[in-house]
């Protein structure tokens, strides 16, 4: 069982800059898959980031240029870097861990476990 804790949302204007945490417990972190979705009220979750075993990243559309993942396994945390904010980034933000973590996956049901969230809200 893997646990995973966010940390770092809060209230931001747009143009301005927010780090989220994820914490995840266990002893394979490096092995695992890690990913960052988003859920606006009235919307779907949708991808952001993930990050696979070797560091390699990928982005969804809305974000690339904006946002960056990292990950390091000496601390079991996986970070989202947002800069450039808009209003239509401010949604929940869900860390997520996949067991398989040589792939990469952008869907929701490719992910074995998830953080309780963490609010990002960017004012215009």
């Known amino acids: 069982q893997v646990q995973l804790l966010e940390s770092g949302g809060g209230s931001v204007q747009a143009g301005g800059s927010l780090r989220v945490s994820c914490a995840a417990s266990g002893r394979t972190f490096s092995s695992y898959g890690m990913g960052w979705f988003r859920q606006a009220p009235g919307k779907e979750r949708e991808f952001v980031a993930a990050?696979?075993?070797?560091?390699?990243?990928y982005y969804g559309d809305s974000v690339k240029g904006r946002f960056t993942i990292s990950r390091d396994n000496a601390k079991n945390t996986v970070y989202l870097q947002m800069n450039s904010l808009k209003s239509e980034d401010t949604a929940v933000y869900y860390c997520?861990?996949?067991?398989?973590?040589?792939?990469?996956?952008?869907?929701?049901?490719?992910?074995?476990?998830w953080g309780q969230g963490t609010q990002v809200t960017v004012s215009s």
């Open positions: 997520a861990a996949r067991m398989s973590g040589w792939a990469v996956s952008v869907a929701v049901r490719g992910y074995d476990y």
């Open positions: 990050i696979v075993q070797s560091g390699t990243a």
